[in-house]
């Protein structure tokens, strides 16, 4: 069975220095991974996603992630936080099987 | 990228009615449409899946027949919740995977539409 976790239900911030959004996977397969992100009252955008090929993924508004197999990681960064990157982010998985999983999220707050 | 539409945005209705929420692929054809139901500050809950021209299939706990589901054409799918209740107040989003593309599993979301049952 699969399953996502982002580990931190909020982080905070300060404009200017780095993101790191944190999110553990498990599936019997080879799965591909997103991050979609929502701003309030909105729906989703995706940001990146991770379907086997390089394992470092570049996205929009400077995002990336790193698919680390060994430590079932797809962690979310940023070098530079911006007051706009204030949303709720979500990772995502999805197997061979086709079934897609959302972890429960992480709110971002950033501050000035 | 694909454009998903929903429509509307916002609706506020008496207790007893219906309300009928639209999900439309732009540009591209949706052989799935996903509906989920999202409560404040939480994570988004899979409702149903959509195909086009068969019957909607339910999560486990989801009243088909609240939640009507209706997916006429490779570009629109319906939710109709109907004899809205004030629980029924919720933040509803929409969302459709290509048809024809690689089965990554990437969505593409509408907008999402806030509904709020007096």
């Known amino acids: 069975a699969q399953s996502v976790t982002q580990l931190d239900s909020h982080v905070s911030v300060s404009e200017g220095t780095p993101v790191l959004l944190r999110c553990n996977y498990s599936?019997?397969?080879?799965?591909?991974l997103f991050w979609y992100v929502q701003h309030p009252n909105k729906g989703l955008q995706l940001l990146l996603k991770?379907?086997?090929?390089?394992?470092l993924v570049k996205g929009i508004n400077g995002f990336e992630a790193e698919f680390k197999k060994s430590e079932t990681s797809f962690h979310l960064t940023k070098p530079s936080a911006h007051m706009s990157d204030a949303a709720e982010y979500f990772c995502?998985?999805?197997?061979?099987?086709?079934?897609?999983?959302f972890g429960k999220g992480t709110r971002l707050h950033i501050l000035p | 990228g694909a454009v998903v539409s929903q429509h509307p945005s916002r609706v506020i209705c008496k207790s007893g009615t219906s309300v009928k929420i639209e999900c439309r692929s732009l540009?591209?054809?949706?052989?799935?449409m996903f509906w989920y139901r999202q409560f404040p500050k939480k994570s988004l809950m899979l409702m149903a899946t959509?195909?086009?021209?068969?019957?909607?299939?339910?999560e486990q706990g989801v009243e088909k027949d609240k939640f009507l589901i209706n997916h006429a054409s490779l570009t629109l799918s319906t939710l109709t919740v109907t004899s809205a209740h004030p629980e029924d107040s919720s933040f509803y989003i929409c969302?459709?995977?290509?048809?024809?593309?690689?089965?990554?599993?990437?969505?593409?979301f509408g907008e999402g539409s806030r509904l709020t049952v007096l």
């Open positions: 969302s459709a995977r290509v048809r024809g593309r690689l089965n990554t599993g990437e969505l593409f």
């Open positions: 599936s019997s397969y080879s799965p591909s």
């Open positions: 991770y379907t086997s090929a390089a394992t």
């Open positions: 995502v998985v999805s197997d061979r099987d086709d079934k897609i999983i």
């Open positions: 540009d591209f054809q949706a052989t799935t």
């Open positions: 959509s195909n086009e021209g068969s019957k909607a299939t339910y």
